[in-house]
């Protein structure tokens, strides 16, 4: 047997490794969120129980890898080493399809990225065979094909979005109806019957899908099986009055009940997920072992068709390291941001998912809809409905939101995943957690008026892409696919250093673009001034260099600096707008209540916007007039304009070290240079105007250049007025004595 193929099993188990870190990364949001949103324990906390509930349905899962085997196509049909390409070209296209998801902070099934990806290289496989067969054409497809499972897959995407966000919406709306926000007092005597159902419903979830594995078969699980109501009726009474008891000792068993779901939902994630992440690989072995020991690299593989467990050596490696993921992945982090981003209860933060002519179309027509109910129902009826909807922070966590909300998303999560394993339904668990969240959220009247667009076109946009994984991966695996199987070893050799390029930079060399601005907790006003200085002075010195090196790529007619520093002035600009939006939140955490202190923390974000928004109009016209291959500006305009960025230079200058210093006794110093620097500002347009009634100028390099002129005065106005305002700021807030740092 060549060394080759030993190469690529290699290749394989490294990439199940990677499989494993991005697969738990994009699905952890599936059971940390209810508990992270809800701040129902701590983080250390929440991930251990789920480390527990993932090693624990780790070593109880059977294993059984079929679908990887032998579930999208007929490994009869198929020799080792088409089996062996295939399998190679679903992985590279598996773990780089949800690398990109992960990295954009959206949440998808790595389900459906297997079953696609193992389509797709499928297909291609096929077709090369059918290619060098003359007695086959493209019918004969369907002999090598299961299409049906990927049917199936596209049918779930459809029933878990819409039975999901239906289910969470009417149990959160009936949930709030009864508790209302202020909870408490009515919680003390009811609440262990509703934990108590929330329990159950997380057991029978657990015990049917988690643990179905090895239960299955018991005589004990078919007697339950076959007296299913009694059952549930009878674990409800058991888990009430035991929480009852617990209740008794001022335990809050709301963080029990949120934390066992949590728990249930890595179970059931372990047990079953696995295959999508090491079942292509631990495949691929069994295809080179079954191949040496036959020493025929061209033999059918039909022995794939039966169903081997897994080595359980294997499975304990897969669930230790799926537990440090969880622990490290800063990743998977990012993924929960947006699902807890787009339920939060308050409305900030959802902005940076923009609007739509639908959103806005959805939010008109619900907005005529409750018109018309309003039209209908009585008003006492609806003032007493909208009293058990006020919202009120009786838990005085600051979590996104309380742990009604968590408990809910956690049950009706578990009972439709578990209801839809016992009848057979494929509903995807990304899916339906992520879809009774959102249904919750609006059940509980997050979806205001003033996000509520946002909201839509965010859902909307990880709805769409949980279809484009379909594509995506079916599209990659193929063409990958395709290139293996006709390209044979350089091919091999081509993709495997690409794709193993594209995952080094993603992981381990790119530096995120936001992990300059990462915002730590501003719990404390001495958060709030360091976050806020970091920010402005990074802001300060970055628009310094983007200005310059525009004026001198400008000069130079360089459109691909032109282009980078466009694409750097909109990071800068949309940063400093980001933090515009949050300004809400930011000023309920300042301590004291200071009216003034408040009022320059506006001032000092709404200049840090003016000015990273004038630098974008100096950046966006310099790229066009170069783009369209305008001529350029001409010796006396280039003159006056590095004259004027020596000025602004010297002004960036003097201002990033009074920021970085906390000391503005040189500010008069930059008011007078300012002043100077308007001068030459306005001599400079007085030249240019002098040169175009001279007809000395040309069209469009007048307009590029007067472009730039005003600009930058708007840009150093701005600079002066926040260096200014970032003075009187910290003055306010922490006193002469903290103030210089």
Not at 600 to 621: C, F, G, W
């Amino acid at each position: 047997m060549s060394e080759i193929y030993t190469v690529i099993v290699g290749i394989l188990g490294i990439l199940a490794v990677s499989g494993l870190f991005v697969g738990v990364t994009n699905d952890a949001v599936n059971f940390l969120n209810s508990a992270i949103g809800s701040k129902a324990a701590s983080m250390k906390i929440i991930l251990t129980v789920a480390s527990v509930g993932i090693i624990i349905g780790v070593v109880t899962s059977s294993g059984m890898m079929e679908v990887a085997r032998s579930g999208m196509f007929n490994p009869g049909l198929f020799t080792f080493h088409e089996v062996m390409m295939l399998y190679l070209g679903v992985m590279f296209a598996n773990v780089i399809l949800l690398d990109l998801y992960n990295s954009w902070g959206l949440p998808t099934s790595t389900t459906v990225s297997l079953i696609f990806c193992l389509l797709g290289a499928a297909i291609a496989v096929s077709i090369y065979k059918i290619s060098n067969d003359p007695e086959q054409s493209v019918s004969s497809l369907g002999h090598y094909i299961n299409t049906s499972r990927a049917m199936g897959i596209v049918s779930a995407i459809l029933l878990s979005v819409v039975i999901a966000f239906t289910c969470g919406t009417l149990v959160m709306y009936v949930s709030r109806m009864i508790f209302s926000f202020r909870y408490t007092a009515l919680f003390r005597r009811y609440g262990s019957l509703w934990c108590g159902a929330s329990l159950t419903a997380i057991v029978y979830f657990a015990v049917f899908k988690g643990l179905k594995s090895i239960l299955a078969d018991h005589a004990f699980i078919q007697l339950i099986d076959n007296h299913l109501p009694s059952a549930i009726a009878i674990c409800w009474v058991v888990c009430s009055l035991l929480l009852f008891f617990i209740q008794r000792f001022k335990v809050n068993i709301l963080r029990i009940t949120i934390l066992s779901g949590t728990f249930a939902l890595a179970l059931a994630f372990a047990g079953n997920d696995l295959v999508n992440f090491i079942g292509v690989p631990v495949a691929g072995f069994d295809a080179y072992t079954i191949a040496r020991e036959a020493g025929d690299t061209q033999m059918l593989m039909g022995a794939l068709n039966e169903n081997v467990p897994a080595n359980f050596l294997i499975l304990l490696t897969a669930g230790i390291l799926m537990i440090l993921t969880l622990w490290t992945s800063k990743k998977a982090m990012h993924v929960s941001e947006t699902e807890l981003s787009l339920s939060a209860q308050d409305d900030a933060g959802q902005q940076q998912y923009g609007s739509s002519v639908f959103s806005r179309t959805i939010v008109r027509a619900a907005l005529n809809v409750s018109a018309g109910i309003e039209r209908v129902v009585p008003k006492h009826l609806r003032e007493s409905i909208s009293r058990r909807f006020e919202y009120e922070d009786v838990e005085h966590s600051g979590a996104p939101y309380d742990m009604i909300r968590a408990t809910v998303n956690l049950t009706t999560s578990a009972l439709l995943i578990a209801m839809a394993t016992s009848l057979k339904l494929p509903l995807s668990t990304t899916y339906v957690c992520f879809m009774v969240a959102m249904g919750s959220s609006l059940a509980d009247r997050a979806w205001g008026r003033e996000s509520a667009v946002y909201r839509i076109s965010g859902v909307m946009t990880v709805v769409a892409g949980w279809f484009i994984t379909a594509l995506g991966g079916f599209l990659i695996a193929f063409v990958v696919g395709l290139a293996l199987i006709y390209g044979g070893t350089p091919a091999f050799i081509v993709i495997t250093l690409l794709c193993g390029y594209m995952l080094i930079h993603s992981n381990f060399l790119k530096k995120d673009k936001e992990s300059a601005i990462v915002k730590e907790h501003e719990d404390t006003n001495e958060d709030i001034i360091a976050n806020l200085r970091d920010e402005v002075c990074r802001t300060m010195e970055c628009a310094t260099k983007i200005y310059d090196r525009t004026l001198i790529a400008v000069f130079k007619e360089n459109r691909k600096v032109l282009r980078d520093m466009v694409k750097e002035s909109n990071d800068l600009f949309y940063q400093s707008r980001e933090r515009k939006y949050s300004l809400l939140p930011t000023l309920k955490k300042l301590q004291g209540g200071d009216v003034n202190t408040a009022h320059y923390y506006v001032q000092v974000v709404d200049y840090l916007n003016e000015m990273t928004k004038a630098l974008m109009h100096i950046t966006r016209p310099a790229f066009e007039h170069i783009d369209n291959n305008h001529e350029g500006l001409s010796k006396e305009q280039a003159r006056d304009l590095m004259s004027i960025n020596d000025d602004v230079e010297s002004i960036y200058r003097h201002i990033n070290l009074m920021l970085r210093e906390g000391d503005f006794s040189e500010i008069e110093t930059v008011l007078t240079m300012r002043d100077q620097l308007f001068e030459s500002i306005a001599e400079a347009i007085k030249s240019e105007l002098t040169r175009i009634n001279e007809a000395r100028s040309n069209t469009k390099a007048s307009m590029l250049y007067l472009t730039i002129l005003t600009e930058t005065k708007n840009m150093v106005l701005q600079s002066r007025n926040l260096l200014k305002s970032q003075q009187y700021f910290l003055k306010h807030l922490t006193g002469p004595k903290t103030w210089i740092k």
